[in-house]
């Protein structure tokens, strides 16, 4: 009777799943200036700049890599999310619209969320190693306040 149940729920649960695969997620990158970008308007240096392009950029431009596993449900939900979100805080390919004062303030907050290992998040590194800070990264972060 126990094994007919659990059958049963799992036969369920695999039918959810393939039914979710046909709800995906807007995953389309915005267009993006390379005149409006961070590298363009703030000039950063080079290590800085490439700090960001290995760490920052899937979640905080518009020029998201989606990966693989970002196409499955209900990953992609979550995952479509989390960029969404990121660039709604932080945009590195629109950094035009940032003023001077809220240019410092973003620069900040990198700083304090990297110090704090809030970002990137813990569990975008395990797909992502890459995109882990060593010390001397978050220091260069840090330094940014151009």
Not at 47 to 69: I, K, M
Not at 109 to 125: N, Q
Request: hydrophobic fraction near 40%; charge should be positive.
């Amino acid at each position: 009777m126990l094994k007919k149940i659990a059958s049963y729920w799992i036969g369920v649960l695999i039918l959810l799943l393939i039914m979710a695969q046909f709800l995906q997620p807007d995953q389309t990158n915005p267009p993006a200036d390379p005149s409006a970008s961070f590298e363009a308007v703030a000039r950063p240096p080079k290590e800085l700049a490439g700090v960001v392009e290995r760490a920052c950029r899937d979640c905080h431009s518009n020029r998201t890599v989606w990966p693989g596993y970002s196409k499955l449900a209900p990953v992609s939900w979550l995952v479509a999310s989390d960029v969404n979100e990121g660039r709604a805080k932080l945009n590195f390919s629109q950094w035009n619209i940032y003023s001077a004062e809220t240019t410092q303030i973003k620069l900040r907050e990198i700083c304090r969320e990297t110090m704090r290992l809030e970002m990137p998040p813990w569990y975008y590194l395990p797909m992502h190693p890459d995109a882990k800070l060593s010390s001397r990264d978050v220091a260069v972060l840090c330094s940014s306040g151009m």
